[in-house]
Every structure is written in structure tokens, then in C-alpha cells.
């Protein structure tokens, strides 16, 4: 282990990641698989991007939001994945203290804001659906600038209230992670105090931030339903539903996994590492694929932004 001798004790300047496996077999299939993911995951969301910017009939607050989740997913992909990338290939699989701290913090600043994201994107469905007539007055492009800048400021928040406690913990060994990146409870098992206020203080913020989140998203759910029961046309509340399936299933796919993870105390968590593969690495590989194959307008525009640079070809 290598440390820094502070005082009687050791500091620990760098951390060991043990991975997902120690089968260098095993670590060659998650290269191919996360290389092959990460990938896909720039590549679709820089379409949706291009898209979207490209093409004036999504100029809405709808396609704003979506380009805005984009950029969330590349960079909630791009904490992670490309130094675990380094590690199923590298023999030596370390990371600095400071390195770590920057991923945890950037981790919790992205993944905070995505959550607080996809609670903006329900409101925004509850009033285009419940109140279509003042919805471009209520949604201006004022309010929508305002409203994606504050996700970016409450996910930061959100983040120094995780990381922060954790900088006045002591990390005096073992100093290996048992997790693919640094990740919350897996560093709370290598405090040499017993991390119980930092897990406290942990559970507590991502308590409020789920709960606070998961509140809005149902309540904006419960007024769309009813909305869409009143309703005659059966075509008509099919068209409904089918626009807010999309957000919805990206609502379960980041929440549920980190509902599980992180609404806990730390001890065993063996099912830990298969989830934060989920909400890291899956999630933002899905959220385009499931936006894209369920909405009509935005494959248009993409069959009409790809044809177009064929063409110039």
C-alpha cells in the first residue's frame, strides 16, 4: 500500500480499483462490451444533438430538454467509463486520491443533475399536457434556459454535499476499492473511523434529492393521467401515453438503480457493481435508442440530417 506519513498513521495517496473481475478473461469481454457501449453512446447522443440543433421544427422546450439530457449523458458516461476502459486492459490498476475525488465528486455533480433533469422534463409534459394554451407563455425560452441552469447548480450542490464529508474522513488502508470506479459505499469501508455520520449525512442528501425528485415526478404523472382520462378519443390518449412512455422508462432506468444503491447503509453490496454498470454505462447508451425509436419527428429529422450529408458526399 502506498501512503503518506502524516503524524502515527499513514494516508493513503492512492487507491486500488479490484474491478468487476479477476479474470482477465472476463476483463476482456467488459472491454469490448463497455468500448463498444461507450461508443455508441457518444455517437447517438452527439446525432441527437446535431439533430436537434440542425433541424428548426424541434426548437421547443420539449427537444431543448432533450438536447440538454444528451450532453448529461455523455458526460455521466464519460466520469466512468473511460478509466475503466484503462483498467481491464492495464495490469496496474490504480487511481490516485485526488483522481478519485474528482470522479466521485463529477459522478454525483452529473448524476445529481440528470435526476433533478428528468424531474424538470415531467413538469414539462404536465403543463403541455394540463395547460397547452400557456404552455409557450409559461415555458418560455427564458424560463427553459433558467430551469436547465438550475439542474446544473443543484446537481453541483448536491455533489459537494456528498464529497465534501468524505474529504474530512481519514483513509489510512487497506486502499483497495472493491468497485470498477470510485464509488460512495465502497470508499466508506476503507474510512479508518467508523464513517457512520458520513453515511448519515450520505442517505440524507440522496434521501432529499430522491424523494424531493420522485414527488415531483409523481405528482406531474398523477395530473397527466387524469387529463388523459378525460380524454374521448381513444387515438388521442394513445398519443398521450406514447409521449411520455419515453421519459418514463429513463425515469426507472436511473432512479431505480440508484434508489437501491445509495438509500442505504453500506455493508454488502454484491449486487452493487451489475447495478452502477446499469446507471452508468447502460442508461445513457438506452436514453437516446429509447427517445430516437419512440418519436417520429426526431427520426425524420435525423433521416433528413443523414441524407443530407450523404448527399454533400
Same mark, same amino acid.
Given at each position: 500500500? $502506498? ?5 502515527? $498513521? ?15 478473461? =472476463? $476483463? ?23 439533430? %436537434? ?9 420539449? /427537444?431543448? *430538454? ?21 483498467? *481491464? ?5 490504480? %487511481? ?24 424538470? @422534463?415531467? /413538469? ?51 486502499? &483497495? ?5 470510485? $464509488? ?14 458520513? &453515511? ?20 406531474? /404523472? ?8 378525460? %380524454? ?30 445509495? @438509500? ?13 454498470? *446499469? ?5 445513457? =447508451?438506452?436514453?437516446?435508442?429509447? /427517445?430516437?425509436?419512440?418519436? &417520429? ?14 448527399? =454533400?458526399?
Amino acid at each position: 500500500m $502506498e501512503g503518506l506519513a502524516v503524524g502515527n $498513521e499513514t494516508r493513503v495517496t492512492q487507491f486500488i480499483l479490484l474491478g468487476l473481475s479477476s479474470n482477465p478473461d =472476463f $476483463e476482456i469481454v467488459f472491454f469490448v462490451m463497455f468500448l463498444v457501449m461507450y461508443l455508441l453512446t457518444l455517437a447517438g447522443n452527439i446525432l441527437i444533438l446535431l439533430t %436537434i440543433y440542425s433541424n428548426s421544427q424541434l426548437h421547443s422546450p420539449m /427537444y431543448f *430538454f432533450l438536447s440538454n439530457l444528451s450532453v448529461l449523458d455523455l458526460c455521466h458516461s464519460s466520469v466512468t467509463v473511460p478509466k475503466s476502459l484503462a483498467n *481491464f486492459i492495464l495490469k496496474k490498476k490504480t %487511481i490516485s486520491f485526488s483522481d478519485c475525488i474528482t470522479q466521485l465528486f463529477f459522478l454525483h455533480f452529473i448524476g445529481g443533475g440528470e435526476c433533478f433533469h428528468l424531474t424538470l @422534463m415531467a /413538469y414539462d409534459r404536465y403543463v403541455a399536457i394540463c395547460n397547452p394554451l400557456r404552455y409557450t407563455t409559461i415555458m418560455s425560452r427564458r424560463v427553459c434556459l433558467l430551469l436547465v441552469v438550475s439542474t446544473w447548480v443543484l446537481g453541483f450542490i448536491h455533489s459537494c454535499g456528498q464529497t465534501f464529508p468524505i474529504l474530512q474522513m481519514s483513509f489510512c488502508g487497506p486502499n &483497495e476499492i472493491n468497485h470498477f470506479f470510485c $464509488e460512495t459505499h465502497a470508499l466508506y469501508l476503507l474510512i479508518c473511523s467508523s464513517p457512520i455520520i458520513t &453515511e448519515i449525512v450520505d442517505m440524507a442528501n440522496s434521501g432529499s434529492l430522491t424523494l424531493s425528485c420522485f414527488l415531483i415526478v409523481f405528482i406531474s /404523472y398523477a395530473y397527466i393521467v387524469s387529463t388523459v382520462l378525460k %380524454i374521448r378519443s381513444a387515438e388521442g390518449r394513445w398519443k398521450v401515453f406514447s409521449t411520455c412512455a419515453s421519459h418514463l422508462m429513463v425515469v426507472t432506468f436511473l432512479f431505480g438503480p440508484g434508489v437501491f444503491i445509495y @438509500m442505504r447503509p453500506s455493508g454488502t453490496f454484491a449486487a452493487d457493481k451489475p447495478l452502477s454498470v *446499469f446507471y452508468t454505462v447502460v442508461t445513457p =447508451f438506452l436514453n437516446p435508442c429509447i /427517445y430516437t425509436f419512440r418519436n &417520429e419527428k426526431v427520426k425524420k429529422a435525423m433521416k433528413k440530417l443523414v441524407g443530407r450529408n450523404v448527399s =454533400f458526399q
